[in-house]
């Protein structure tokens, strides 16, 4: 078992639509045979970025 934090936040108005979120999860035990393995503390951050022009038209960026 280990710590996680997430967080998300979005905004959608008039055709634009943004997304960012961010992950994080704290050292833990992988393995608990003779030589203990540890997975190191990481974390993820990632966005999404859209603009609707019509109904036919769109763009998008993702990071």
Do not use: C, H
Not at 12 to 34: E, F, H, M, P, T
């Amino acid at each position: 078992m280990s710590d996680t934090a997430n967080f998300v936040a979005f905004y959608d108005k008039d055709g634009l639509q943004v997304r960012i979120a961010y992950n994080w999860r704290d050292k833990y035990l992988q393995s608990a045979a003779r030589d203990p393995r540890f997975v190191e503390e990481y974390f993820q951050l990632d966005a999404n970025i859209s603009y609707q022009v019509n109904d036919n038209l769109s763009f998008l960026s993702k990071a």
